[in-house]
């Protein structure tokens, strides 16, 4: 599944997108159990912005991958960067608690932090 992009229509501005997804999930590699996180994207645009439905269905790709926390979080923010060069991103997850552990994994790119 391949990230879709459109041009962003106010190259000249700085200003943030954001979009969160309730209801993600992954698969643990070592348990094979379900994962279940809420997925933060904020970045500001470069040249291109991020369509939303190619979003949707790039992240219900991990639904049966068995992936670990943090590399969900660093993938998707290396796919992003890579389909839309922003100049700024930010991936956050918060994953629903396990064994009375709560994670949350923040991956960042460019160095606004905004």
Known sequence: MSLETFSNPHPQRDYVIEH???EFTSV???T???DFARIRIRY????KCVELKSLKLYLQTFRNKGIFYEDV???ILHDLVAACSPKWMRVRSRWSTRGGIHSVITADYG???V
């Open 32 to 34: 094979g159990q379900p």
């Open 28 to 30: 643990c590699p070592k």
């Open 44 to 47: 500001i645009p470069g040249p």
């Open 111 to 113: 160095e606004r932090d």
């Open 73 to 75: 979080t660093n993938l």
């Open 20 to 22: 969160v997804v309730n």
